[in-house]
């Protein structure tokens, strides 16, 4: 099968919150409307119930936590 085709990044990723992981996983989120809270970095009920169904979707480890491979996965499938 073909490679998959990456997505160009949104113009708003270049301003995008990077100093903190977190904000990284919820900016993606975001793009993905997985998450519609603010990207601020706190790791709230919001964020875990988008991490939650973002695995969930994507079918690796349900635990609500973003480490590596949720943040992989992430990476992946926003193409940035």
Same mark, same amino acid.
């Given at each position: 099968p073909p490679? %998959?085709?990456?997505?160009?990044p949104p113009p708003e990723a270049a301003s995008a919150p990077r %100093?903190?992981?977190? #904000?990284?996983v919820q900016f993606r989120l975001k793009y993905l409307a997985y998450y519609l809270? $603010? &990207?601020h970095g706190v790791n709230d009920r919001a964020t875990k119930d988008a991490?939650?169904?973002f695995q969930t979707d994507q079918?690796?480890?349900v635990d609500?936590? $973003?480490?590596?491979? #949720?943040?992989t996965e992430? &990476? #992946? &499938?926003?193409g940035f």
């Open positions: 490679p %998959p085709v990456r997505k160009a %100093p903190d992981w977190l #904000t990284g809270g $603010p &990207v991490v939650l169904q079918r690796i480890k609500a936590i $973003p480490g590596p491979q #949720t943040q992430l &990476v #992946t &499938v926003c």
